[in-house]
């Protein structure tokens, strides 16, 4: 197991979704010694809690003369173009540009970061597949679940065990193993995310793969209350929290309408608003030829 540093709970706050707490974190250390390295990673975990806050310009506007902070810089511009339907291929050309030989880890998971979302898996797995740091390793498990080779991210997974078998990143990728796997290591899931919520406390990313982990068991009404608790005590409103709700709800035959349109108003170019669009044009298109 590698001995804990000055970034230690940082990192595992980050990770765990409590980013508010990780700029604390990050203002309380900052008058800290430590290497110049670390200090570069803290400032980049700073921007990746804002990226995670939706606070972009911050960053967009921030220093961007280190390479690592550059990259955070691009991947929020990515986001806010994503989200306003904006073309992004000039970003995802100017961060593979960053690509080349000498480029730090942390870079390479930042642009692997975003690759899967301009659902470039395979460029995106490029960039880490054969990393040795717990998060290139942790995204690769996450790129190999999405290409439906479990076999490889199990084997991934070893190697973070090998590496260090109590940092959350892989207690985190064993519960995304175990939900790919399905409802046979569901409880599994269960187990490990209640332990890590009574040891660090919940986050609405916590609540919301509890949420996954209970319907994936079957229990639906378990997975709404998560759900409902992420909107209750943190404010939710993120796409994933919507659409895990929409999920909840259905298989509990309860209505949707509210959550389908909170989704549509805040995430009009989500993947799922798309598709009900696709659909629902297409039942319209129908529906007048069978008009009387």
């Known amino acids: 197991m590698l001995e804990p540093d000055e970034l230690y709970t940082l990192r595992a706050q980050f990770w765990?979704?409590?980013?508010q707490m990780a700029l604390d974190e990050a203002k309380s250390i900052m008058r800290r010694p430590m290497s110049a390295d670390l200090k570069a990673e803290r400032e980049e975990i700073v921007a990746r809690c804002n990226i995670a806050m939706k606070?972009?310009?911050?960053?967009?506007?921030?220093?961007?003369?280190?390479?690592?902070?550059?990259?955070?810089?691009?991947?929020?511009?990515?986001?806010?173009?994503?989200?306003?339907?904006?073309?992004?291929?000039?970003?995802?050309?100017?961060?593979?540009?960053?690509?080349?030989?000498?480029?730090?880890?942390?870079?390479?998971?930042?642009?692997?970061?975003?690759?899967?979302?301009?659902?470039?898996?395979?460029?995106?797995?490029?960039c880490v597949h054969q990393g040795l740091t717990l998060e290139q390793m942790g995204l690769s498990v996450q790129i190999y679940i999405l290409l439906d080779r479990l076999d490889l991210a199990e084997q991934t997974l070893n190697q973070m065990r090998k590496t260090d078998?109590?940092?959350?990143?892989?207690?985190?990728?064993?519960?995304?193993?175990?939900?790919?796997?399905?409802?046979?290591?569901?409880?599994d899931a269960v187990h490990t995310l209640n332990?890590?919520?009574?040891?660090?406390?919940?986050?609405p990313m916590l609540l919301n793969l509890m949420a996954c982990a209970h319907m994936q068991a079957g229990n639906y009404a378990d997975a709404e209350e998560k759900l409902t608790q992420a909107r209750e005590e943190f404010s939710a409103d993120d796409a994933d929290t919507l659409v895990n709700l929409i999920v909840a709800s259905q298989y509990q035959h309860k209505p949707v309408v509210e959550y389908v349109a909170a989704l549509k108003q805040q995430y009009p170019n989500h993947?799922?608003?798309?598709?009900?669009?696709?659909?629902?044009?297409?039942?319209?298109r129908e529906s007048i030829k069978y008009k009387a």
């Open 16 to 19: 765990l979704g409590h980013y």
């Open 271 to 284: 993947f799922l608003c798309k598709g009900l669009d696709t659909v629902g044009g297409a039942f319209d």
């Open 195 to 203: 332990q890590i919520s009574e040891q660090y406390g919940p986050s």
């Open 165 to 187: 078998e109590d940092s959350m990143l892989t207690q985190l990728s064993s519960v995304q193993i175990a939900l790919a796997t399905g409802s046979s290591m569901a409880q």
């Open 55 to 126: 606070n972009y310009d911050r960053v967009i506007s921030g220093d961007t003369s280190a390479a690592g902070l550059k990259a955070l810089a691009l991947q929020a511009q990515f986001v806010t173009l994503k989200e306003s339907g904006g073309s992004t291929q000039a970003v995802v050309q100017e961060l593979q540009s960053m690509l080349g030989d000498g480029v730090s880890p942390r870079v390479q998971v930042i642009a692997a970061q975003v690759f899967l979302l301009a659902d470039m898996k395979k460029e995106a797995l490029q």
